[in-house]
């Protein structure tokens, strides 16, 4: 199967976007230089196409009941117009993906997941809803999407739409408004670390949407943004990336998101007696963060060390373009998991000295 | 894309300057346009001795590590330090910042590399 092409694709031509393939989809990996694009969007704003990423509506009388039974963070006390990060998990405690919900009300729910899951993900649904009263469709291909993020997000975007989004709340969302003289929804919601919005369109429209965000934003020094940056981004923010942080076999408590699994909410979900059962064993690997003490960029797949012993693996390594500094997450023996903790990782075959540090780099800085 | 005269190529975007018994290896303008921003130059150590087509050196940009795989057989005699602190000299002038100065080994493995034009034939075709 070849690559798709996002609505905006040959806007991406036309602004020197160098094209990579990623999770099926051709798309701007970066366009005047990752570190350029990543310290727009931290000072001022940058503006992505993730028109890949998949939307499916869950509607019907046991919308909420459905959902609530698939995710681990709690739907069920959602109100309208809300936004939540939630994992949705198989038998085994495993990620089968990581998504927000947004309700429209109780019999109205949209999901956004990720590009390379929403096949498997809309399956999953699929297979699970027996049961409910529900109707499943998967719209991906009908929706545009950019994501406008950084500090200037907001006045840029007042710019273009009537819609005063001083009242929009962060995790909130608003539909129907008009963004650049086009119906769309828009979400106060983003996977920098900024502040920012998504902002969903039908598909035949997003590229008016891009365009005039671009022209509204020059005096903000707005640059379009790539996937380069949008990993870093992320990264720095201590934000998980599906296939990384986690995956099938990596439980959302190992990775350190137990917040946004409500073992104690009302209603049974998949993956809630694995995940006890773990909790109570007590958990034999941690995602951590760290920080290379020797020379060297730490890579995702790169292991790591501790006295001779294989203890894990790198899930996402960077030299931080805000920090400055060659960091890291991985995933190791919960006994090693300590901050503080000396640990090693080979680089190129040469086991390079590291420490174990918070996972939150950016925090550190504030 | 700026290509040099005077020089060898290979494939993988390396550049050899001959002099006497003695070369310069460095990366292409290519090689460093792709990466992007370079901030780390992994060297190798003066003394150590390496095969013809040895992974000998690594340039990461934010993104990626890609490796430098010596050209020609040889024993690294000089490394480029500045490399060390300033790694951004690659995307500022890969042909004026080396990465190492190697011993050659046997001379003869110069011939099986590009020339200039033939490098430049060969970019036209990977785009």
């Known amino acids: 199967m070849s690559a798709k092409k996002t609505p905006i694709y040959d806007e991406h031509l036309k602004l020197g976007g160098k094209i990579v393939e990623y999770a099926g989809w051709l798309m701007p990996v970066e366009y005047e230089g990752l570190v350029a694009e990543h310290e727009a969007v931290r000072n001022d704003c940058g503006l992505f196409d993730v028109s890949h990423m998949g939307e499916i509506t869950v509607k019907g009388k046991d919308a909420t009941k459905l959902v609530d039974y698939l995710m681990t963070n709690d739907i069920s006390t959602m109100t309208d117009n809300q936004v939540i990060y939630t994992l949705m998990c198989n038998e085994n405690g495993g990620v089968v993906d990581d998504l927000l919900v947004y309700r429209y009300n109780e019999n109205y729910l949209y999901l956004v997941v990720n590009a390379a899951n929403t096949d498997k993900d809309y399956d999953w649904i699929l297979k699970h809803m027996d049961s409910f009263e529900v109707e499943i469709e998967n719209i991906s291909d009908n929706v545009g999407e950019v994501a406008l993020q950084g500090p200037k997000a907001q006045k840029v975007l007042q710019k273009l739409t009537d819609y005063d989004l001083n009242g929009l709340k962060f995790f909130h969302f608003v539909d129907g408004i008009e963004v650049a003289g086009v119906k769309a929804m828009v979400s106060r919601t983003g996977y920098t670390g900024e502040d920012g919005f998504e902002i969903y369109t039908d598909k035949n429209d997003i590229v008016k949407v891009w365009r005039e965000i671009l022209k509204a934003g020059e005096e903000e020094n707005i640059k379009p943004a790539g996937l380069g940056c949008r990993d870093t981004l992320r990264f720095e923010a201590s934000l998980p990336l599906y296939g990384h942080e986690f995956n099938d076999e990596i439980t959302p408590l190992e990775a350190g998101f137990k917040y946004f699994v409500k073992l104690d909410k009302k209603s049974d979900f998949i993956g809630k007696e694995a995940l006890t059962k773990q909790l109570e064993e007590g958990l034999k690997r941690k995602l951590v963060g760290f920080e290379m003490v020797d020379r060297g960029i730490p890579r995702e797949g790169y292991e790591v060390y501790k006295d001779g012993e294989k203890i894990g693996h790198v899930t996402t390594g960077y030299h931080s373009p805000t920090l400055k500094k060659n960091i890291g997450n991985a995933l190791i023996k919960a006994e090693f998991a300590e901050i503080g903790t000396p640990i090693e990782i080979m680089i190129r075959n040469k086991p390079c000295k590291a420490q174990v540090i918070s996972k939150k780099f950016l925090n550190k800085k504030k | ?127």
Request: hydrophobic residues 40%; charged residues 35%.
């Open chain 2, 1 to 127: 894309m700026k290509v040099l005269k005077g020089l060898y190529y290979t494939e993988d975007h390396e550049w050899v300057k001959v002099d006497g018994n003695y070369a310069y290896i460095g990366i292409t303008d290519h090689a460093q346009h792709n990466l992007g921003d370079i901030v780390y130059v992994d060297l190798p150590e003066v003394d150590d001795e390496f095969d013809k087509g040895d992974a000998f050196a690594a340039v990461e940009s934010v993104k990626a590590a890609a490796d430098v795989y010596i050209p020609v057989s040889g024993k690294v005699v000089e490394v480029n330090e500045e490399l060390i602190d300033d790694p951004a000299l690659l995307n500022a002038d890969a042909f004026e910042n080396w990465i190492a100065k190697i011993e050659l080994k046997d001379k003869s493995e110069l011939d099986e590399l590009m020339s200039s034009e033939d490098y430049e034939s060969f970019l036209e075709e990977e785009e």
